[in-house]
């Protein structure tokens, strides 16, 4: 009887140490890559989703490798649109990767003195040192894209 006590003491321990050495997952690990993957150029592979314009959707699913998005690490960003073989700056803005998504205000280049900044939110569903793929939505409104990274 004194042994089976015994024994049952030592479960209790056993069972109260394996309690107090399991980790649980932090939430704020769920953020894909890190914030130092995103510095650099990132050039559009492709584009897919929907928009409703006049009471219609109208759908694409499209190679999209004439777009260009520069995060900088003063977290200022640029776009680029391909015109022939020059690159064109389309806007200008600034970016802030938080909660696995990217917040970014944006302005056109030949205007910065206008207060007609756009602003918007793209969910980072994958991120690592090669490869961004992003989903933004409205109500009326749905983009899921991968970008490759041509520079740092």
Partial sequence: MKTLRMLSTWLMVLVCLSLTTTACSDDDDDE?????????????????????????????????????????????????????????????????????????TTWDPEYPEDDDSDVDVAKVLELTSSKLVVESSEEDYYEKSTWRKVND
């Fill in 32 to 104: 894909p890559g890190a914030t130092s993957d995103l510095v650099g150029t990132w050039e559009g592979v492709s584009s897919e989703g929907w928009e409703i314009y006049d009471g219609e959707k109208e759908e694409w699913n499209e190679t999209n490798n004439s777009t260009r998005i520069v995060f900088n690490k003063d977290n200022t960003c640029a776009g680029y649109y391909k015109s022939g073989n020059t690159w064109k700056k389309e806007y200008i803005g600034t970016w802030e990767y938080k909660n696995g998504k990217i917040y970014s």
